[in-house]
């Protein structure tokens, strides 16, 4: 703005304003479309952006400001390419980066300003579907490298949900063969990242094809799957306390309907967004958006305006629009 004769150049945010949720499947088979939720005007219906650079569904995400970099899925083989959505030009196809070091689908991811670590999931290469603990790190400035191995997970994983903030990453949930769903917590020391991952207190139930999304001090699980409970589809959330997390999490007010395959997005500072997943009632796939609001956590969370089309098994990521 101007005044006095004098130019005042605002500052850009310095927190998340807008979430892109990017492909997945639903009517029609798999997808590489993007959707675009703007926080500011979240009753409005997401708009749909370039998508990324190939179809893919049950891949994860991650983030700074500027770009979003979305690694792994699937459609028909387990993937390990890397997708970068540059947000200032969100309307181009999504760029090809360096692949991370592994293929797998139901991946789980988290991050900070400078890297990007992808763990878990299920890995096709060279035999039959398993479960792997492999975490995979990015580097976001040499993003066209081959993302390199870390520490593993405490076991093999595939189906869990991810959250962090500047110096850990916590994966939650997920299944496993030899124990099946499970309730365990995974945490990440960004800083001794080589060594395997950490186990801390579990989430209040067991649940697998989940999502999560947090703040610099708490991580919200929310909804997912358990085969072996009499209503196995979950609309429940989980809070991880960072800096108490060898407690189990507590539970706080429900998303407004039950689902898997969702993702999830952050402002960094008060409310989380859940967009899309699956039920089996009809129609099974979402689109469907729950906003949570951290203050207030216990309460239900508000639906907002919609996805443009419903997709499950799809991943997000937030920044500046």
């Known amino acids: 703005m101007t005044g006095g004769g004098v130019s005042f150049t605002a500052p850009p945010p310095s927190t998340p304003t807008a979430a892109w949720f990017a492909g997945g499947g639903g009517a029609g088979g798999q997808a590489s479309i993007v959707q675009r939720i703007t926080y500011a005007t979240d009753t409005e219906t997401a708009t749909v952006r370039g998508p990324l650079d190939g179809v893919r569904y049950s891949q994860g995400a991650t983030s700074d ?26 309307t181009n196809t999504a760029s090809n980066r360096g692949p991370i070091s592994y ?26 579907t398993g479960p792997v603990s492999t975490v995979s ?3 976001y400035a040499t993003d066209t490298d081959t993302g390199t191995s870390r520490g593993r997970l405490s076991t093999s994983f ?13 994966f939650g949930g997920g299944e496993n063969d030899a124990i099946g769903t499970t309730s365990i917590v995974n945490r990440i020391t960004y800083a001794t990242d080589t060594a395997t991952a950490s186990v801390k207190g579990p989430l209040s139930l067991a649940r697998q094809r989940l999502s999560a999304t947090g703040t610099p001090s708490y991580g919200w699980f929310g ?9 196995p589809f979950f609309s429940s959330v989980d809070r991880i306390d960072y800096a108490n997390d060898t407690t189990t999490a507590s539970t706080r007010g429900p998303l407004s ?37 951290y203050a207030t956590d216990t309460a239900t969370a508000s639906v907002r305006g919609s996805l443009s089309s419903a997709r499950t098994y799809l991943a997000a990521s937030s920044g500046i629009q």
């Open 65 to 90: 400001l500027n770009y979003g970099w979305y690694a792994g899925g699937r459609i028909g083989d387990a993937l390990s390419m890397v997708s970068r959505i540059t947000y200032a030009t969100d």
């Open 103 to 128: 293929s797998a689908w139901f991946i789980a991811a988290t991050g900070n300003t400078t890297y990007g670590w992808f763990g878990g999931g299920l890995n096709e290469s060279g035999g039959p």
């Open 137 to 139: 790190r990015i580097t």
């Open 158 to 170: 595939f189906g869990m949900a991810a959250a962090g903030n500047t110096t850990d990453g916590w």
């Open 223 to 231: 909804a997912g799957y358990n085969p072996n409970t009499p209503s």
């Open 257 to 293: 309907q039950a689902r898997i395959g969702l993702a999830a997005s952050t402002d960094s500072t008060t409310y989380g967004w859940f967009g899309g997943g699956f039920n089996p009632p009809s129609p099974g796939t979402k689109s469907i958006v729950d906003r949570i609001t």
